[in-house]
């Protein structure tokens, strides 16, 4: 009777043991990476950044037209903010892609990144001007930067069609979503947490 008692005792713990370990792996895990994209007001708490998306103006052109550089960067901005509430440094990395579901729930012809630019303005300060959209079709990273725990980013995004543009965009959208991974600063792998 006593063995039968002792080897429930020992499973008991052995099962205990197995699932705090599985809960601050996984917990671990999600502590150093995410990834978010959408169209509305969004927040994302992990246990480094917070991720606020002010996503109620769409990264959308569909009726727009050619315009020049500084009408462009006076244009209206796409704003957000990201903010570190942890207690660790972070890292983290703005991307822009596609909508591709956009582009076929509007059953709509894509304008090509080559006939748009962008400027992005970080804090108040603009860290890229008037520069081709395609110029980062690459990895499409707008930013990568070190976030201090308690900072905050604030940007406005831009993005407008070149003057140069012809009568190739006419009836053309560009639909596009934010992609944003953070990690612990001291990692680099964005997709593993490593």
């Given at each position: 009777?006593?063995?039968?008692?002792?080897?429930?005792?020992?499973?008991?713990?052995?099962?205990?043991?197995?699932?705090?370990?599985?809960?601050?792996?996984?917990?671990?895990?999600?502590?150093?990476?995410?990834?978010?994209?959408?169209?509305?007001?969004?927040?994302?708490?992990?246990?480094?950044?917070?991720?606020?998306?002010?996503?109620?103006?769409?990264?959308?052109?569909?009726?727009?037209?050619?315009?020049?550089?500084?009408?462009?960067?006076?244009?209206?901005?796409?704003?957000?903010?990201?903010?570190?509430?942890g207690t660790?440094?972070?890292?983290?990395?703005?991307?822009?892609?596609?909508?591709?579901?956009?582009?076929t729930d509007?059953?709509?012809?894509?304008?090509?990144?080559?006939?748009?630019?962008?400027?992005?303005?970080?804090?108040?300060?603009?860290?890229?001007?008037?520069?081709?959209?395609?110029?980062?079709?690459?990895?499409?990273?707008?930013?990568?930067?070190?976030?201090?725990?308690?900072?905050?980013?604030?940007?406005?995004?831009?993005?407008?069609?070149?003057?140069?543009?012809?009568?190739?965009?006419?009836?053309?959208?560009?639909?596009?979503?934010?992609?944003?991974?953070?990690?612990?600063?001291?990692?680099?792998?964005?997709?593993?947490g490593a």
């Open positions: 009777m006593k063995k039968i008692d002792n080897n429930k005792k020992v499973m008991i713990v052995v099962t205990t043991f197995v699932l705090i370990l599985l809960a601050v792996a996984t917990t671990s895990y999600a502590l150093v990476q995410f990834k978010k994209e959408g169209k509305t007001e969004n927040t994302i708490r992990t246990g480094t950044l917070i991720l606020n998306l002010d996503e109620t103006k769409e990264l959308s052109l569909t009726s727009a037209y050619p315009m020049s550089d500084s009408q462009g960067m006076a244009s209206s901005a796409y704003e957000f903010t990201v903010e570190n509430t660790q440094d972070a890292k983290y990395k703005i991307t822009l892609v596609d909508d591709t579901k956009t582009y509007d059953a709509c012809s894509k304008l090509e990144w080559s006939k748009l630019k962008y400027s992005i303005v970080r804090n108040g300060v603009t860290i890229t001007s008037a520069r081709y959209l395609s110029n980062i079709a690459t990895d499409s990273k707008l930013d990568e930067i070190v976030i201090a725990a308690g900072n905050k980013n604030s940007y406005q995004l831009r993005i407008w069609i070149d003057s140069s543009a012809g009568n190739e965009i006419v009836g053309k959208h560009f639909h596009a979503k934010l992609n944003i991974k953070g990690i612990l600063s001291d990692k680099s792998d964005y997709d593993t």
